[in-house]
């Protein structure tokens, strides 16, 4: 292998950016130094990927600094591109394997030995030197695929490899590219539990030999097993930062990790949810309005859901809880139809099959997505008539119009606004409004109140139960514990796409929230079940 | 000064069928996202349709309707072509490249063979009547040309405005994954928008054979034409468009009128060229998603 | 040593084999000296040097297609350099000065239009190199002082090899230039430019997160479609006896996009493949008289849509299928 670069330590100071009004990253100071894995987790939008975009140089900063200390040198790297901060022997792995389908695993990984600009020419051209030289980068790249173990497959179609061998092959670049600053993302997602020990063996390895890595993962047992610090972000900021076990222990993280959730108060529910028509915690089990058996769901080749099931009657509430990562909102699209999924899924007693998401909507479901997918270039009630259109038509635009008016007095004044003008709060309940328009019979919301200010939580709860009062089924994916306790009747607990708990919401309290949220992942050894 | 009067409107008139050249482009790219190397060809369809419903007797009328169903149809069967195997898969950029120019190359010799390679007039309307400028007389059919391509225009807007199938096009032109969270069939939605460029594109054609003769190989400099006006606008702006269209089709005529044929001819590629590597988004628009690296 | 997987099946390699570079020359050779052998007719021999030619402009097109993927509509422009700087220099100053004047023009105007048009996305890149293309038309049809306008420059010469004359003598040096272009491609497909090339295409982020400058292999790749362009584009005015617009129209530049699409791209036998049936074929079947532009246009249309990888893509399910029997 070529001579070995020094090692050094990357430093950010004062990162920022922002992307038009939505700042991701906000004043973030980070130090990665030789031998040494900083842990880096985060609710979704918390702005993890987007750091590792400054430190790798797939995005430009706005403000802040990095830089490259090696000794007594300073390299500034806040206007060097990707592949300058390569070259400098920052390496990244992207959340997918970024391989050549078509090539050899070994091809891949040849791609990572430097060759100078001239002698790389002169192989172009096909000169007697060149035989040389290729036979020096196969027998590196060949090295480094048995450092990873797949020397056997070295001459196979990368298409035709696992998920995690890919995953070795992109580590197995790195190690032939001599890279000293390792910025991984989420390298663990999808991976099987073998593969997840051969990666985290190889980065432990790395570690030692004195590589500086940062992690950014959701999984906490890797965490917990790697990570020689943890950061916190949250909001596009560093919520905590120190020693591991510390950090995940301290209360501010527990409590914006998990969700605005006033779990202390053991049991008394968000007073301030507005009167609801009927008490919530009245149990209305109506005919069965969604049925789920046995779903999983894909992205690509890879189950991001495994094998959940679940009913909800007329007029209940299933919450859908768990950390990032856990699938969520995977199984609502899943059951949206517009993700891949297997497994069966009735609305009504109507079996869906692989109807078309169209065809869906029009039988009365209703999928309310994260926030800012209302259509930014057409108008409130543009927006609200194109829900009106694709839903059931059981009412009339004007009726399913009032009604939300009734609900969302607000949103209807700005009628004739751009969707994309509007607040947070006003987006959300636009988001609400259009699944009403479409009269169903099972609303799916996803994250209905992420970002919202606390103060509009309640209305949130009262719409919600106003929409169960009127027999409509309502599944939610929340955050916000106190919101799921004030507005669902059931809730279900998951893990790396699988479920962990499911029962009714009077049962799910503090202790079963710090298992679902911080608890060990369903896929790791026994001594790891200790930690929670 | 009558002169710049004459070729002024002249001009304009021919601008106006770039406008809409490049309004057909506009539609379906804002539809879709993609563009169609054959829109040069759907013009001289729609162009040549009218000449030979009209030279077999039935009027100026009955050719432009008869232009507008058979385009029409081409439109639907291209914008099946188009979206149906892509179903599954990812839309590549290419495949829609390369295969629009497998589609205008198909359709260029179908014309020759089927109405041969010499050039074709259409008899206008208002053939004989002229517009006096001082002492020149400016044919009256490029005030046609000029209304015609606003009726076009406003028939485009008001459909996308203030129809259910335009709201939903608009829905997929903002986002598709949006539109498709809303509902929408996309599918069927991109079928609309390379019908409604290939009507906007058979009108055009239509008109603009009764100023410039056409032959099946006019639809590459004619799409040359639609694609330098719609880069002006920025590709995703209908009135950009059309301010292109006019620009070019003024800067052509003054060009030949004052220069010489070959800078007229050179007008078009070399506006799209300098606009595309100065600002890629066009002069009006955005720089959305024009550049990559 | 951990390992994933039970037990690896018998060992495999799908890299491309380093011997193609001097097989496939070897190949072309050989096949080069066997046509002259068997003497086909007039037609024959000039239609299959016409074929030849074309593989030679198309072999740097397969690789900026196959390899960068980028699509242009314009490489007229460079068919057009090396025709006429042919054309105009070949008689006066010899053949290699003439091949070389046109390369370097093709060369400066490809890095020129590489460097600031290859930025743009896909799409409007091919709407620029239309604009390019569309502009050489002009400049050739307009700039009667050099080019002659429509009428074309006459008389030009063509390359004389080994004592023939007439077509054998445009057809062996073409099948000369053949080999060494594939050469070339060959030793790119393996060294490190081509690779970055290839991955520049199918993942940029990750490209340039390797340390590989994308934009950079872009104009080279461009560059290199422009040279070999230009070499085509003298054989071609060779054995037209003249260098005339029409050969180097936009139909031309069609052509070449079509070569390495129906045939596969990147295959190292795209070129050859790819020129045979969009040149020869047309040739052939001239029983379906005007029809066979419009089978043309249809074949084009249908493999882009349902068989993007080409004859390739066929070849490659026969040798599976016919490997599963066997084995």
Redo the contacts between chains.
Sequence with gaps: MAERRPAGTLVGRGLSVSFGPLTAVDGVDIEIGPGECVGVIGPNGAGKSTLLNLL???VPADRGSVRLLRGSTEVRLDRA????R??HGI??L?QTA?L?????A??NV??????AGPA??L????LPT??RR?AHRARAAEEAL?RV??V??????SAEL?L??QR?VELA?ILV?DARILLLDEPFAGLSR??R??VA?LVAQLRDEGVGILLVEHDLSQIRKLADRLVVMDHGRVLAAGPVEETLADPEVVKRYIGDVELEIGGALEEPAAPAPQPVAEQRSGPPMLQVRDLRVFYGPVAAVDGVSFDVAAGEGLGLVGPNGAGKSTILRGVAGLLRASGDVELAEQPLGSLATPDRYRRGLAFVPQTLTAVVDLTVEENLRLSWLTGTRADRFAEALDRVGELFPEVLDRRSEQAGALSGGQRQMLAIGRALMASPRTVLLDEPTAGLAPGLVPIFADALARLRATGVAVVVVEHNLGLVRAACTHVLGLQAGRPVWHGPTERFDAAVAHEVFLGAQPDTTQEEQVHS | MNQLIYFVIIGLGIGAVYALAGLGVVTLFTGSG??N?AQGDLMVLGALVAVSVTSAGHGYVAGLLAAVAVVAVAGVLLGA??TL?MRHRRM????V???T???????T??A??WWGRQPQRLDSPLAGVFVPVGEMRVPAHYVLLLVGAAVVFGLVRWFHRRTDIGLQLRAVASSVPAARDAGVRIGRMLVVAWTIAALVGGVAGVLVASVLPIAPESA??LG?NG??AA?IGGLANPAGAVLGGLVVGLAETLAGGYLN??VR??V???V??VV??LR?GGLLGRAR????? | ?????PA?PA?????PA?HW?WTQPGLLLTGGALVLLIDPGPFDLRVITLVVAYAVAATGFNVLVGFA?I?S?GNSVFLAAGGYAWALLATSYGPLVALLAGVVLAAVIAALAGV?????????F???T???G??GT?VV???TAVTNGDAGITNVGYIKVFGLSGVPSIFVAAVVLLALVS??Q???R???????M??GR??????????????YT?VVAFVLSAVTAALGGALIAQLAGGAFPDQFA?TSA?SL??IP?IAGRGWRWAPLVGAAIVIALPEYLRFLA??R??V??????LV???L?GGVHQVVRAVAERLGRSRG
């Design positions: 790798s140089g797939a591109a990707a592949r300058v390569a070259r390496a990244r992207f970024r050549v389908p078509d090539w050899s070994r091809e040849e791609l990572g030995v430097r060759t790389a020419w192989e172009a051209l096909g060149s035989k290729a048995a173990g797949l056997e497959r070295a001459g196979f179609r696992s995690g061998q070795l670049r590219a073998s593969a020990e051969v063996g | 993609l563009a190397f072509l188009f195997p590549d950029v290419d495949v490249i390369i295969g120019l497998g589609v205008a190359t198909t359709m010799t179908l020759g063979i590459l400099p040359v694609f330098a880069i044929d070959t001819q050179s078009a590629p070399l799209l060229l595309l590597v890629p998603g024009a550049r990559t690296v | 040593m951990t390992t994933i997987a690896a060992r495999r390699d799908v890299s380093r570079r993927g699509v509509i600031l048009l290859l930025r743009l996305r896909a799409y409007y091919a709407v620029a239309l604009a390019l569309t502009l002009v049809r307009n700039w050469f070339l060959e030793a790119l393996t060294s490190p430019v081509g690779q970055a290839i991955i199918y993942d940029p982020p990750a490209a340039e997160g390797i340390g590989v400058s994308v934009a872009r936009t069609i996009l079509v699409i005007e029809y532009l419009v043309y246009g249809a074949a084009v249309v882009a849509l349902f993007p």
